[in-house]
């Protein structure tokens, strides 16, 4: 098994030396641009650690699966900031910011692309299984992505609703890393599952404290601006959960609705929902939602047949994924 930091150091090389096409440069800067603003490659990372718990073996089999996943998410948050409207993605311009809409739709496409391609150099022993795993995903992302809109038009959203399209958007990518690792470096059936479920509760949590954060993060650590889901009236899960408990729902939803007509009255509007947060507690309960699905998590490996290293290893994984919510 190897070490976080030969893992950290293994990821850093893997992303300074990944290359894309030249010209157009108008299509492929983007993709570089992307790459370059870089991120905490979780997914890479996860893939890499629970490959090295099977296999001691380091080449193109694994590394390239290991950065498909990647360019893959980078080509979702490319297209996703175009529909949330986002300015900043880790603390620079968005592409449609930096270049224009049109170009992060096309350069997002190619993106795609090129994660297949990456993909498609896993061992042909697995290579039909790995596609799958990726192809399920892929389309389950974008079935999240979906339901998160659809979302924007609904007044009430329940919080069995929201678990749902969480577990697609974001839950089912980090779970596939995981597996993905796990299937490449030879891990049979059951240890393969289990890893994939140990994956998927550790990306709930994920966005659990994603959501935490954008109301109570610190923005030059967050990467993009506080209050963002208040301000576009995203149904997070501190909303749900405050639907849940306050004694006006109707009066919450109300308040939530407006419109904010200048920066004064949008400064006003995030402070005055996160002292409602605060007042019902809710951001008490997502700390303690994180660590529900953390311990979720790592209950999911037991009787998995995993060494207590892999299994420590993947429990400092899920502490620093959500740390920063604690």
């Excluded at 997914?43 to 193109?60: G, I, V």
């Excluded at 603390?91 to 297949?116: C, R």
């Excluded at 959203?157 to 299937?183: F, H, N, P, Q, R």
Aim: net charge negative.
């Amino acid at each position: 098994m190897l070490t976080d930091s030969q893992i950290d150091s293994i990821v850093k090389q893997l992303f300074d030396s990944l290359e894309f096409k030249d010209e157009p440069r108008g299509l492929y800067d983007p993709l570089r641009y992307m790459i370059q603003i870089g991120g905490k490659r979780v997914r890479p990372r996860l893939c890499l650690s629970c490959y090295s718990f099977f296999s001691d073996t380091m080449d193109e089999s694994i590394l390239s699966p290991a950065a498909a996943l990647e360019v893959f998410h980078s080509f979702t948050l490319m297209h996703d900031d175009i529909m949330d409207r986002s300015p900043l993605r880790r603390g620079v311009p968005t592409v449609w910011k930096k270049w224009n809409e049109d170009t992060a739709i096309l350069s997002g496409d190619v993106m795609l692309i090129d994660a297949y391609q990456l993909i498609a150099k896993a061992p042909h022993k697995v290579l039909g299984r790995v596609m799958k795993l990726f192809s399920d995903t892929s389309a389950q992302v974008c079935e999240g992505q979906q339901l998160d809109m659809d979302f924007e038009s609904e007044r009430r959203v329940s919080m069995e609703d929201y678990e749902t399209m969480i577990g697609l958007k974001t839950a089912v990518l980090i779970a596939c890393a995981a597996k993905m690792g796990a299937l490449i470096g030879g891990a049979g059936a059951e240890q393969c599952e289990a890893i994939y479920r140990y994956g998927y509760n550790v990306g709930m949590a994920f966005q659990v404290a994603d959501d935490y954060l954008d109301a109570f993060g610190d923005e030059k650590v967050f990467g993009k601006p506080i209050g963002g889901d208040i301000l576009n009236r995203k149904k997070s899960w501190l909303t749900i959960r405050s639907l849940q408990k306050t004694s006006d729902p109707e009066g919450f939803m109300d308040e939530f609705e407006k419109d904010p007509e200048n920066e004064e009255e949008r400064k006003g509007k995030i402070e005055h929902f996160k002292s409602i947060y605060t007042a019902l507690g809710v951001d008490k309960d997502a700390k303690s939602e994180i660590e529900k699905y953390n311990t979720l998590a790592l209950n999911a490996l037991k009787g998995a047949g995993l060494k207590d290293e892999n299994v420590a290893c993947l429990q400092r994984f899920a502490e620093k994924l959500t740390g920063r919510a604690k």
